[in-house]
């Protein structure tokens, strides 16, 4: 065996005790946090986070589908309008599911079902 085979294999050694040490002791201490702090289901609000959704809360400021010109971003009327739209959306009804994922996330389903529209949410570390 020459010397640099010999090295290569101290490296991937290395590498790989480096990559179980993150799989046996940090990952579990990140699902632990996780699970410590998934918000309940019952605070989620299905037309409050439709309404942010609908301003463009969420994207970035650079985002193509983030609502541009004058009344655009956190302003009023964009607040206005968007919850304009939403009270159209939900007023015949929706439906919310929630879908728990090993008690670390939860996946909010709302189904709008007038306007075969569907949104997703997921509730984790403290947010939705």
């Known amino acids: 065996m020459t ?9 991937r050694r290395a ?12 990952l579990p ?12 289901a019952s605070s989620f609000d299905a037309k409050k986070e439709l309404k942010r959704a609908l301003w463009g809360h969420h ?13 655009a971003g956190e302003s009023l009327a964009t607040r206005v ?3 304009v739209i939403t009270e159209l959306y939900t007023w015949p009804g929706y439906e919310v599911s929630m879908i728990p994922i ?7 389903d709302l189904v709008i079902p007038t306007e075969y529209v569907q949104h ?4 984790a570390f403290g947010k939705w």
Do not use: D
Request: proline share 8%; net charge positive; with cysteine.
């Open 102 to 108: 090993a008690g670390a996330v939860i996946v909010a």
């Open 29 to 40: 201490l990140v699902y632990i946090y996780a699970l410590q702090t998934c918000p309940p």
């Open 120 to 123: 997703f949410w997921l509730g």
């Open 59 to 71: 994207l970035p400021e650079g985002h193509p589908e983030k609502p541009k010109g004058f009344f």
């Open 15 to 26: 590498l790989s005790s480096s990559l179980m040490l993150v799989l046996f002791v940090c």
């Open 81 to 83: 309008a968007s919850s």
């Open 3 to 11: 010397t640099t085979n010999h090295r290569s294999s101290v490296l």
